[in-house]
């Protein structure tokens, strides 16, 4: 029987990159996984992939989009143990050329998206969890550049460091309900946002606008080479780093940030 036998999650833009593998892991542990992402056909050929697994597409910054989803999710499970809040890209460019639509964008999709999708959840546990139910779990991601900051990402790092205090902050709320909210903080990790920019198809779909994504063949050159182990992570050691945070062997570690980053640690 697998570790996760049982439970419910929700993985947030686990329509593909570090959410498709971590939604893919947790099923494979034996949880029922609800697959979110902004691109619907996506989220559907993910669920599809998976036993048990659902599609919820949806555009998290949409104000009403956290409540439906976890109205949702709730309706179809009747229950939601692990949440984990993926969703993301980057979106850089130094200070000078940073229009306040830029700023908004990460703040919204980093900070705001997961504020509310951890609400509609807590108003949920209010009635459903108590320190004496199982353990659940909630995993936030963030980034390195959160931690440490990054020149040219000073509006993603802000919206990564809002990750972080939300993580501490709920850890100390939810202990009441014994849910364990933790961070993982990623360095680079192989996917379209840290692939060479001319590769296709680097889309990035914002405010209904396409736009590239994507590092420099020298940005990726130096990620290597600033990790002890020489590479960026794959997605499954992304997805792996996840699982430790939600597996019941972790239930007694909560408002921590686990830095999985090959070594890297500024
Ligand atoms: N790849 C890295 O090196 C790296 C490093 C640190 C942190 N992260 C973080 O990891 C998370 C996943 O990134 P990834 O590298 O797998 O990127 P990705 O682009 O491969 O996957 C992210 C998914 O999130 C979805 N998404 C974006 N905006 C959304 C929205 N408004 N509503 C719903 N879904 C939305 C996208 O459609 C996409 O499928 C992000 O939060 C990112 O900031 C990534």
Same mark, same amino acid.
């Given at each position: ?6 439970? #419910? ?6 329509? !593909?990159?570090? +959410? ?49 989803? /976890?109205?949702?999710?709730?309706? @179809? ?5 692990? %949440? ?10 130094? /200070? @000078? ?8 964008? &990460?703040?919204?999709? @980093?900070?705001?998206?997961? #504020?509310? /999708? ?7 546990? !209010? ?15 963030s980034?390195? &550049?959160?931690? @440490?900051?990054?020149?040219? =990402? ?10 972080v ?18 961070a993982?903080a #990623? +360095? ?9 920019? *001319?590769? *296709?198809?680097?889309?990035?779909? %914002? ?11 020298? =940005?990726?050159?130096?990620?290597? =080479?600033?990790?002890?182990? $020489?590479?960026?992570?794959?997605? =499954? ?19 921590e940030v686990l830095l999985?980053? $090959? $070594?890297?640690?500024?």
């Amino acid at each position: 029987m697998g570790a996760l036998e049982g439970k #419910f999650a929700l993985v947030t833009g686990s329509g !593909r990159g570090i +959410g498709e593998a971590t939604a893919h892991k947790l099923a494979a542990a034996g949880a029922r996984v609800v697959i979110n992402d902004l691109d619907a056909d996506v989220a559907r050929e993910v669920a599809a992939s998976i036993p048990g697994a659902i599609a919820l597409p949806a555009d998290l910054t949409d104000p009403a989009a956290a409540d439906e989803l /976890i109205d949702a999710t709730l309706a @179809h499970f009747g229950g939601l143990d692990i %949440v984990v809040n993926n969703a993301g890209y980057i979106w850089h460019s130094a /200070i @000078h050329n940073m229009s306040d639509a830029q700023w908004d964008a &990460m703040i919204d999709i @980093h900070a705001s998206a997961q #504020f509310r /999708i951890l609400r509609a959840y807590g108003r949920w546990l !209010r009635g459903n969890a108590d320190r004496d139910t199982p353990v659940r779990k909630v995993v936030n991601i963030s980034s390195t &550049m959160g931690l @440490h900051g990054g020149a040219t =990402q000073l509006a993603y790092a802000a919206g990564k460091a809002a990750v972080v205090g939300m993580t501490r902050s709920l850890a100390k709320e939810w202990g009441r309900f014994n849910v364990t909210v933790n961070a993982v903080a #990623f +360095g680079a990790i192989e996917t379209r946002l840290t692939s060479p920019y *001319e590769r *296709e198809p680097n889309i990035s779909v %914002v405010n209904g606008q396409p736009r590239k994504v994507g590092l420099s063949h020298e =940005q990726i050159e130096m990620a290597k =080479q600033a990790s002890p182990l $020489g590479r960026l992570g794959t997605v =499954q050691d992304a997805a792996n780093a996840i699982y430790l945070m939600c597996a019941p062997e972790s239930d007694w570690i909560t408002g921590e940030v686990l830095l999985a980053s $090959g $070594g890297v640690r500024s």
